[in-house]
C-alpha cells in the first residue's frame, strides 16, 4: 500500500515554461486535492476533486490548472510557471469530506 | 473570515518536560478540528479529529482537547523523535464547499 505518491520530488523551470505534476493514491479515495505550502502562511488549497471527472476551484486557483481523468490520478498542470510559484507542491486524498487527508510526500519547484 | 492561530510559532522543550500547543480558531461553523504532524522534507500526516467541544483523544504522549475557541495539543513527557511541526486545520460548514484552513503550525523540538 503506498498511500499517495508524487512525481517530480524536485523540479526547476525558467518563468514560461510548462509542466505538469502527478499525483496518484491506491486508497480508492474519491477526494483529491492539491495544495501549496509556504514559509509563514501555512497550506493553502489550489484546486480539489469530488470523483473521478470533477474538478473545483480552492483558495488560490490562478496559474494552475488540474484534470481527474481517473480516480486514482490527479494532475497539476502550470502552463506558464511565474516566480510566485515557487514554492512546495502537496497532493492529498480523502475518504470523505469530513475525514482526514492523507497527503504525498510533496514537490518542491522552483521557478527561475 | 475564517481565521486559524497558532501559539507558539516555535517550542523548544527537554526530553520528559510535558507542554501544551495552542490553536484558536474564528469560524462561522465548526465542521471538524484536525491536527497533524509534519516531519522536514516530508507530508502532513494525520493525528486527529475532534468534532465537539469537550471532545478529547489521546495516542502515546499526545492528547487533543477542544473547547469553542481553541484547541490543545497536550505532549507529556516527550522524546526527541517527537520533534516536527505540528499543524491543526479547521473544516467549516457549510460542507458543500471544500474549506479547510490550515495553521502556520509550532515548530516543537525536544532536547535529549
Known amino acids: 500500500n503506498a498511500g499517495v505518491t508524487q512525481t517530480p520530488k524536485f523540479r526547476v523551470l525558467k518563468t514560461g515554461q510548462s509542466m505538469t505534476l502527478l499525483c496518484a493514491q491506491d486508497?480508492?479515495?474519491?477526494?483529491m486535492y492539491w495544495y501549496r505550502q509556504d514559509p509563514g502562511m501555512g497550506l493553502r488549497l489550489i484546486h480539489y476533486?469530488?470523483?473521478?471527472?470533477?474538478?473545483a476551484k480552492g483558495e488560490v486557483p490562478d496559474g494552475y490548472n488540474v484534470s481527474r481523468l481517473k480516480k486514482q490520478n490527479f494532475l497539476l498542470g502550470l502552463e506558464s510557471a511565474a516566480p510566485s510559484q515557487t514554492s512546495v507542491y502537496f497532493c492529498?486524498?480523502?475518504?470523505?469530506?469530513?475525514?482526514?487527508?492523507?497527503f504525498g510526500p510533496g514537490t518542491r519547484l522552483t521557478v527561475l | 473570515e475564517d481565521q486559524v492561530t497558532q501559539s507558539p510559532e516555535a517550542l523548544r522543550l527537554q526530553e520528559g518536560e510535558s507542554s501544551s500547543l495552542n490553536c484558536s480558531y474564528t469560524?462561522?461553523?465548526?465542521?471538524?478540528l484536525f491536527w497533524y504532524r509534519q516531519d522536514p522534507g516530508k507530508g502532513p500526516e494525520f493525528l486527529f479529529t475532534?468534532?465537539?467541544a469537550g471532545e478529547e483523544k489521546e495516542k502515546e504522549r499526545l492528547k487533543a482537547t477542544l473547547t469553542k475557541k481553541e484547541s490543545f495539543l497536550h505532549i507529556t513527557a516527550p522524546k526527541p523523535e517527537d520533534s516536527a511541526t505540528y499543524l491543526c486545520?479547521?473544516?467549516?460548514?457549510?460542507?458543500?464547499?471544500?474549506?479547510?484552513?490550515f495553521g502556520t503550525g509550532t515548530k516543537l523540538q525536544v532536547i535529549p
Open positions: 492529498a486524498s480523502s475518504y470523505g469530506l469530513a475525514n482526514e487527508q492523507f
Open positions: 486508497m480508492n479515495h474519491e477526494y
Open positions: 476533486s469530488v470523483g473521478e471527472g470533477t474538478t
Open positions: 469560524v462561522s461553523g465548526l465542521r471538524g
Open positions: 475532534l468534532y465537539s
Open positions: 486545520a479547521v473544516q467549516v460548514l457549510p460542507g458543500g464547499y471544500q474549506k479547510v484552513t
